[in-house]
Structure formats: C-alpha cells, structure tokens
C-alpha cells in the first residue's frame, strides 16, 4: 500500500543505543540485535517493527524470553505488546545473504559480505524502526572466518578485535554519531587495501582507507587523489570538516546503484573507484571523481542532517548533487561541467518529468521507496538548489548553508526547514519559491520580444502543466539571467525574476534591438519557447559573454533544422549552416568546449521537444544533419581530428579537451566512406580506452565490416576485466544493424553474461533499449519485446534493476501511436507476471493509468 507525505507522524518510540553482532555465514547468517528502547508516547501500547525476508530466532525483553502471546510477526512486521517505558529489546534473527539477488540488506558480491540499507534495506538484516528519523548510536562486533574474511568492517571507530575458535575472529566498531539505520554498514572480505591520509584544516589526522578486490590495488589511486580533493575542497568552500578518524570505501562488483554514503564506511559501485590509463576512459576518470565527491559531501548534506522521511529525499540528493557539481565545475571547465548537466537533464529528466511516473521533487505519495531515487529528486533537485544559489548570490548562500547545519546539526529535518535557514539567512522571501518543491513538471517559458522608440520589451511567460491530481499547474519563482548583445557586444546583464504568469521588462536607449541571450549558465530547469532566427542564434554563438548560451544557441539552430526535416525529410538544409558551424571551428575556444559545440542534440533532447513523434524519423533527421555537416565541412573536421591527436594517454584537462574534440571529429567522419580507415586506424593504434571505444563506438553505429573483428579482439584482451567486458556488451548492444537481434541473443548466452550483476544487465540491456534507438524501436516491435522478457527476468532476480530499465517502456507517450500500441502491449504483459515486485507495480499502474 502506497505512502502519504501528509501521513507522517513522529515515532512512539526511540532507541538510543544499538548493539549488532553478525555471525556471518552464506546462507545462515545470525543477528543479534539489543536495543535501549524508550516509549515518547505514553498512549502507545505497541510497539511496531519492520522486518521483511527475516527469520525470528528468539526475543527478549529485559533478559527475558517474550512470550509468544506478546508478540505477532508478519511478513513486513514485528508487532510487541509494550506497557514498560523504557527497556532493552533483544532479537535474533537469521538470514541468508547467499541467495540475496536484490542486494538491499546484507548480501555477497563476488566474496565478500556487505550491505546496502538505503533507503529500506536494514528490515532485511533485522526487525528495527526502519525510518529515517529514529536515530541512534551503533556499536557493531563481526563475526567471520579469518581466512576468507581478513577484513572486518563496520561505521565509526574499530574498539576492539581479535581470535576466536575455529579459525574465526571479530573485531568491534563503535559510531560515536547517532544515525539513522539507513547509513549502516557491514563489509567482511579479503582485499588489497590502499592507504593514505588527510589532516583537516583543524590538524586531525584522518585515516583513508580504500578497500578493493585482490589485484586491483593499482587502479584504486586515482579514487584516493579525488578523495583527497573533496575533503580539502569541502573545507574551503563550505567550512565543512570530517568529524571521525578513519574514513572507508570498500569497492564491490555487485551494486544496484553508484555508491553509498554509510556513515565513515561508503560501499561503492567498482565502476566509481577503479581506474588505470589502459582500461579507464576520460569520462570514467571523471566520473570517479564526481561519485566520490558526492559521497564525501554527504557526511554533512546527509549523514549530519538528515531527513526526516523519505519524502524529503532532496533535502540531502539534491543538495549533495549540487555540491558535486560545483566540485566538478572547480575542479575542471566550469562551462563544459553545466552543459554535462544540462544535457542529461533534458535528455532524461525532462521526460521522466513528461511521463507517467513524474512527480515534485518532495513526492507526495510513494509505494516502493526505490522508485524515487530519480532524475528528478537528484538532478532536477540540483537544478532547485543552484535557482537558490542563483537567487541569493554565493555570499547569502554561503550564510544560508551555515545557519542550516547551525539549526540542524544531529538532526532528520525537511525541505522546508532548509528553505527557511536559507530564507532567513539571506533575507531573500524564498515564499513563492517553495512551490517547486511540491509541482511536478517542466516550465515553459515562452520569450516575446519587441522594440519601438529605443525601447526593448521583453515579455516572459511562464505555462505549467497541470497535476497528476488535475489541479492546473501554479506560477513558480524563475530566475532568468539574460544578456543583451548591441554590435556584437554585450552591452547589459541582468538577472530577471518571474514570479508571475506574465511579466514584462523595459530596456531603454536601444538604437536598434537587441538580441537576447537568455537562460545564461541555464538559470532555471525550463523548456524555451522563443522565435531567434538563425542570424540572431549566429550572433548568440559567437557573441554572448555567457558560454551556456553560445553553446546552447547551437544546439537551438540544429535543433530547428532536426525538426524541419523530420517534419519533411526531403527538407533542403540551407548552405548558411555551413558557415555558422565552420565559425565554431574557426574560433578560439578550447577543445572540450568545441566539441560541446560540434555535438548534436540527442535523440532523447529532441524526442523531448516533439509530442509523439516517430521515432525513426528522429534518428533519420539527426543522421541527416550530421551527414550535410560533415560532408559540407569535410576538411575541417580532418584537420581538427589530424591537429588533436595526442601523444601518450595522459588524463589531464588538456588532453581530455584534444581527445574529446578529435573523436567527435572521427564521429563525423564515421559517415564518409573514404573517411573510415581512419576509425580502423584509431582502433587499432589507441593506447588508451577513450580512444578504443570512440573508435568501436563508430564501428557499431555505423555498422562498419571492421566492427566483427574489433569486438573479437577487445574480448580477447578484455575478458577477464569485468568493468571493461560491461563497455564491450554495451558496444554489441549498441551495433546499428539489422542482425542485433540475433546478436542480442548471442550477447544473453555468453558466458561472461549474467543477469544476477547490474552492471552487467544494465550495459547489455539498458544500452540497447537506450542508445540502440533505430532498433529498440524498430517497427516490429522486437526491440520492445527483447526488454520486457528481461525485465520479466530481472522481476525475480533484482526488483530495483529491473524498475531502473523499464524506464524506456513507460515513456510510450512520447512515440507516435503505433509504437505507442506495441510498447502498451509488451507492459500490460508484464502485469501479469507471478510475483510481480512492488517496484515494477507501481511503475505499471501508472503507465497504464488512463
Ligand atoms: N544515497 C546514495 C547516493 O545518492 C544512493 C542510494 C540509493 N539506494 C537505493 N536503494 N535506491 O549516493
Ligand atoms: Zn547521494
């Protein structure tokens, strides 16, 4: 049954003290838990714990046996008869990590022992007030073999350790900081630890430890340098220190999701910590860096405060995704940085916010937790926490940030109360702004632009679409930076704020108009509407001082061209085209910057921009545009791949900036037959994985002969680095022709393939049914089928997986009617799956609703 945000209610009891014992072992795995419980409410008569996959050993209460008629358990539920107001609750329980395919609770990857709690994982490891608001002090002591698992790990600080009988052994952890069970953790396993150290700006030392599977430890040092990096940039930035004296990350092949916080103990995706120059790409490089950020930041925006329920999710992703961000931006090309942003969020949050499963950023109603960790609550959550930042300027942010963790340090709060801190610390009224914590959708503003008598008017309008609940969609507080270029100048800057349907602004002593450069640095998470011509978008590129706008006045022109010819694929492109893009050539910017500029809009960002379009018809268009480019521009695009090739693989701002921009380059040139020997001559002499795949990823998108023998050889250098082999079936998966699907089969019964690793299933099926979009959607309605009897699988082996992948599936909406029928069809047979998880359910019922 689904969950109200308007149902919370503080907890009857708390539990100030936890003390876990894991008595590990495969499938029979015991807890002990003894909790120091005290009853807040009086009138509370039962106390009621969440438990789910457990096996109830034994309970006491104060040392004494419960009695059975003092107790019921269900399959989500411990229910006691309470009547003392405060004691001390004892209860084992046994499960079976072995055979936990979901990986929530405590499960095995590869040999080790570990756990994921967040968000409702520790009711699989035992009965517990499973919210985010009951807080309490942990102390865990593990329990292992000592040859199979050396490695002890728990939060906090190691108390004690040593030998038990039978080979086993233990040691103890003690969390000094009260938390929520969600940032628990356990790890126990044999690994290659790579150590380092950091003092804090207060002159503690703090221990860092990364813990990664046996001879891997070359590749974990690139994740300590960027550990390094967050806790000094944490500190300068925001004031913000490490508060324990030993900080971990353990590195594991089988994991749902990026990374986990756990208090002083993140368990990550392998993905994120593992890197060397032959098997990383650039992008990888980043990556890690981002992720590993992102889980340090949360020691404040997460695990000192806290939410207070799950609704309130973006008070911490948000918040924590926005501080990453401005890590990344310092630490690189701060305009490069946005447009990465930009991009996935109009390719994939815009229409997870256009389709059946959108909701506000603070959902109102959820059934299965998992489902929220979106696009939506992170990235456009993000995009809410920047709209402060943009509001109040980095100052009064900075002071905002302070009275929160001021306010609210050790505490679980809400949205709200961080709006408040914000508020009131800055003096900016944030009233009006709130709505966008409880409005789903994307804004349209639509620009109108006049001039008479010197005078400039700019008439901003804002439409919001309307609720799931059919309530229209209110006005909303946007921020709309915006430049005025005269002569090719800009001659004003100026932040607008629209906090009405309609407003207009007034510019005098203009001897001719403007143009208008809007949305500078992408100052609210919006659709655009506005009529530039192409001469106007040409001055935007060339002129503005703000480099989101010249990049995005580009993406604007291409755009209008993608849907000229999808509209008509016989469309004439104009030869002015030619000349605008050879300008991006010709200017001087750097190299990652131009290759922004040289990409084309995706197929989800235009997919996001037309109702109900044929799909073909985008991937023709956008083939269409990038064919005219490159054959018009042909030399340039040679000479900018020839001038860009570097030396030896370094990864560096420099040399990321020349691949980047070589292999768009080759991307382009991939069109042109006489042009292709030099995909095989970059596949063939690259010493380096971005290079490698630029490379492959021309040969399967353009279905190259070379493309056969290339995945051969890669597999046979490859095989036995499972993070490499997951590029290797996203590749296969992603080949343009018409045998995938015979392929796809293949790529199933490998060997190397299993559904069981998300990395694994994600790369050979989310790939295909999200960068494969000739033949996901290919008119038999194959590509549809292939992805929902995977998810059929994936429902029994990993719920959240399989949610994660039907993404592609739910958003029929946005197809035209034919693919519409064909992909309804493949869900409505998906509802009838035995077992079918909530996860899937909830996604399922709200596709198909209406
Ligand atoms: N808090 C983690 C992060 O953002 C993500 C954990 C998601 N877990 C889940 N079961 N959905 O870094
Ligand atoms: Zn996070």
Redesign the pocket.
């Known amino acids: 049954t689904a969950r109200y945000l308007s149902d919370y209610q503080v907890s009857n009891f708390s539990i100030a003290t936890v003390d876990l014992t894991f008595e590990l072992a495969d499938t029979a795995t015991i807890v002990t838990s003894t909790m120091a419980i005290k009853r807040e409410n009086k009138n509370a008569k039962q106390l009621v714990l969440d438990g789910e996959q457990l096996k109830l050993v034994s309970l006491q209460i104060n040392q004494q046996d419960l009695p059975e008629s003092y107790y019921q358990v269900s399959d989500t539920q411990l229910a006691l008869d309470i009547s003392a107001d405060e004691f001390i609750l004892t209860i084992v329980t046994e499960i079976d990590p072995l055979n936990n395919t979901s990986l ?1 609770g405590l499960f095995k990857s590869g040999g080790a022992f570990c756990t ?1 709690c ?4 520790f009711r699989r490891i035992t009965y517990y007030l499973d919210r985010p608001d009951v807080m309490s002090t942990f102390s865990t002591k593990v329990i292992a073999d000592k040859k199979s698992y050396p490695y002890l790990l728990s939060n906090g600080n190691k108390t004690a350790a040593g030998d038990l009988p039978q080979g086993k052994h233990f040691t103890c952890w003690q969390d000094p900081h009260p938390k929520p069970c ?1 940032l628990f953790a356990v790890v126990a396993g044999d690994f290659d630890l790579l150590e380092g150290s950091f003092t804090t700006q207060d002159k503690r030392n703090v221990a860092l430890e990364i813990f990664v599977d046996k001879g891997n430890l070359p590749k974990a040092h690139h994740a300590m340098a960027s550990l390094k990096k967050s806790m000094l940039w944490d500190e300068e930035t925001f004031g913000l220190v490490y508060d324990l004296d030993i900080y971990m990350i353990v590195a594991v092949d089988f994991f ?6 756990n208090k002083g103990l993140n368990v990550f995706n392998s993905k994120f910590v593992l890197a060397d120059n032959e098997s990383a790409t650039d992008t990888d490089f980043f990556n890690i860096e981002a ?1 590993i950020g ?2 340090y930041f ?1 020691n404040w925006t ?1 695990n000192r405060v806290t939410c207070r329920d799950w609704f309130q999710l973006s008070l ?2 948000g918040l ?2 926005f501080r990453d961000q401005q890590f990344s931006a310092d630490m690189h090309s701060a305009p490069v940085n946005r447009i990465k942003n930009v991009r996935l969020l109009r390719s994939k949050q815009f229409a997870e916010d256009a389709g059946p499963m959108a909701h506000p950023i603070r959902p109102e109603k959820v059934l299965e ?2 489902n ?2 979106t696009l939506t609550v ?1 990235e456009k959550g993000a995009e809410v926490i920047r709209m402060i930042n943009t509001l109040l300027g980095a100052a009064k942010f900075r002071k905002g940030m302070d009275l929160y963790f001021a306010r609210f340090d050790g505490m679980a709060v809400t949205c709200d109360d961080f709006i408040n801190a914000m508020s009131d610390a800055s003096g900016v009224d944030l009233v009006l702004f709130k709505a966008w914590y409880h409005q789903s959708g994307t804004p349209i503003l639509s620009v109108e632009e006049g001039f008479s008598n010197e005078q400039y008017q700019l008439t901003l309008t804002q439409t919001n679409p309307s609720q799931k609940d059919g309530s229209e969609g209110k006005a909303l507080h946007i921020p709309v930076a915006i430049e005025l270029i005269e002569n090719n100048k800009v001659i004003r800057r100026q932040l607008l704020e629209l906090t009405s349907e309609q407003q207009t602004w007034t510019f005098d002593n203009f001897v001719e108009k403007p143009v208008l450069a809007v949305l500078a640095d992408f100052s609210a998470p919006v659709k655009l509407s506005i009529n530039q011509t192409d001469q106007e978008l040409a001055t935007v590129m060339a002129f503005a001082d703000d480099e989101f706008c010249r990049w995005d006045a580009g993406q604007q022109l291409m755009l209008n061209y993608i849907k000229a010819l999808i509209d008509d694929s016989s469309f004439a492109l104009p030869n002015s085209l030619l000349t605008t893009y050879q300008a991006i050539f010709d200017a001087n910017t750097d190299n990652a910057f131009k290759a922004e500029q040289l990409s084309l809009p995706s197929f989800d960002e235009v997919v996001a921009e037309i109702a109900q379009v044929d799909p073909i018809k985008v991937v023709n268009a956008i083939a269409a545009v990038k064919l005219f480019l490159v054959t018009g521009l042909t030399a340039s695009f040679e000479k900018t791949f020839i001038d860009n090739k570097a030396s030896a693989y370094k990864y560096s701002g420099e040399e990321v900036g020349q691949r980047a921009l070589k292999n768009v380059c080759l991307s382009y040139l991939s069109l042109l037959e006489q042009q292709q020997s030099k995909v095989v001559e970059q596949y063939q002499s690259s010493d380096n994985m971005t290079d490698t795949l630029a490379a492959l990823a021309c040969s399967a998108d353009n279905n190259l002969v070379d493309l056969a023998g290339q995945l051969q050889h890669f597999e046979q250098k490859w095989h036995s680095t499972a993070l490499v082999m997951d590029k290797w079936f996203s590749l296969a998966a992603q080949q343009c022709s018409t045998n995938i699907f015979s392929s796809l089969d293949r790529l199933l019964a490998h060997p190397l393939f299993s559904l069981k690793n998300p990395n694994r299933a994600r790369s050979l099926v989310g790939n295909f049914s999200v960068n494969n979009p000739r033949y996901f959607h290919c008119q038999s309605g194959q590509g549809y089928q292939f992805l929902a009897e995977q998810i059929a699988l994936l429902n029994e082996i990993n719920p ?1 997986v399989a949610s994660r992948l039907i993404t592609p599936l739910i958003q029929f909406r946005s197809f035209d009617l034919p693919r519409q029928k064909l992909m309804r069809a493949e869900l409505e047979k998906l509802t009838t799956l035995k077992n079918l998880s909530k996860d899937l359910k909830e996604k399922l019922d709200a596709a198909l609703a209406g």
Not at 118 to 121: F, L, V
């Open positions: 929530e994921q967040e968000a409702e994982g969600y749902n999701m990026g990374a986990m916080e992720v992102h889980e949360h997460g911490k992703e924590t995704v937790m998992n929220f960790y992170y959240q």
